[in-house]
């Protein structure tokens, strides 16, 4: 196995394992013996990196919730109107609700670690915060605080609906909700 100084990715890599692992068994089934085997780097690499599992776990959701940050981005930022927008928050409901299984496990694992330990609720205080940056790029804030639990309800009940709903009603909750706010485009 690589060292540290020849193995730059190795903290990467066992964030990517531990993220893996949530999703794959839950965060009952995290330990530092199979994340770094996942990871295939010496289990001193764990203790090296991350001070223990607590900080291991904040670091991986942490980079978990960039990533979705990264997707809210990605669907909002080319809307020119508030047409456009209410349109990209549609298409970034479904993208979520259609798109990686792993996502969603992840996002839910995170939920109910914040729900249990308030440790974690810093987390996805600071995840929502961000991803409502993004919404109030296009729409006032408090409409963009509505959008984020919208966006986060539809997400998991088209997800695990055995026949989600379609493209149309979420466009029609999503105008109904930005019916009266401000558009700040």
Known sequence: MATGHTDPKRRERIIAATLDLIAEEGIAQVSHRKIAA??????????????GIDQLLQDAFSHFADHI?????????????????RVA?????????EGSRRNLVLTQELYTLAA????????????????RVHLEK???PETA????????GLTLHRALATEPHP??????????ITATGQWNG
Not at 145 to 150: P, R, S
């Open 167 to 176: 493209y149309a009603l979420t466009l029609d909750a999503i105008s109904r």
């Open 145 to 152: 605080h509505q959008l984020d639990a919208l966006i986060e």
């Open 116 to 131: 249990r330990q308030p440790i974690y609720r810093h987390l996805t205080h600071e995840w929502m915060r961000r991803s």
């Open 38 to 51: 996942r990871a295939g780097v010496p289990l001193g690499s764990m203790t090296y990196h991350f001070s």
């Open 69 to 85: 940050v990264a997707v809210f981005d990605a669907h909002l930022a080319a809307a020119a109107d508030r047409d456009q927008a």
């Open 138 to 140: 296009h729409f006032d």
């Open 89 to 97: 928050v549609a298409d970034l409901v479904h993208a979520l609700s």
